[in-house]
């Protein structure tokens, strides 16, 4: 095993140091049980889809892929908090003129796995460009699916809110009698039908979608996704001084984004060329 240690971000304790802020060079089902157990406060990761990138990963069938990640899934399952969370941002493949069940598939068998499926989000591409097949369009969207190992887990809502929008000037000026009727439910859900709850509110909370440009092809990676996608899940679902994971870090986005709001972070990647290239990049961004 041969890795690369970056410069600490955060104080942490000896034994901390020597598996935190680093970024590893191998295979990560292979350095995965190095991991303590239960000391991952959020993963998000990005692993290579499907028959994809096969120049520089191989590539995995899509008929083997639940197979190929499910041992990598047990290692992620025994390493997160109770409390954490697991970001897995994947897409399906289109075989034979049809969408192939893989993506699906996986999650039916994390769900076995122990995994709780908690959430889909939706990555929309806001910057793609157009494209036509014979039976379909270009993909605009990508999977980001919550996973987590209990219903009660640490989120922090807060910090990705947004600003209310124009909509409410004209939405909320003049409220009828049934915006003021709140429906009562068995679950919690928000300010529910009582419109009138968002009355001066300068911040909402978000949707499940995020609209985020694609990464620009100067980082010189195959399948870098933007950095504000990593961020907006750490602030989410972590605080300053919290541990996130990337086993699949790639060119280290997940790693800056972690290190710019005060995070211990930890990636692997199984390419030597990209460990080099995360470290140029963490070194170039260490003013920011």
Known sequence: MSALQLPLYLNGDAKRSEWSDRILQGDCLALLPNIPDESVDLIVTSPPYADSRKKTYGGIHPDDYVDWFLPISAQLLRVLKPSGTFILNIKEKVVNGERHTYVLELILAMRQQGWLWTEEFIWHK???????????F?????????LNKQKQFAMYQ????????????????????????????????????????WVGRELVYPTNVLHLATESSNRKHSAAFPLELPKWFIKLFTQEGDLVLDPFVGSGTTAIAARMLGRHYLGIELLPEYVELAKLVQFNSGNM
Request: charged content about 35%; aromatic content about 8%.
């Open 126 to 136: 806001k910057n793609c460009y157009p494209g036509k097949w014979p039976n379909r």
């Open 138 to 146: 270009r993909d605009a969207w990508e999977r980001c699916l919550q």
């Open 158 to 197: 807060d910090a990705v809110m947004v600003p209310t929008g124009d909509w409410a000037k004209t939405r909320l000026r003049k409220l009828s009698q049934t915006d003021l009727r709140r429906d009562e439910s068995r679950v919690s859900s928000g300010f529910g039908k009582n419109v009138s709850n």
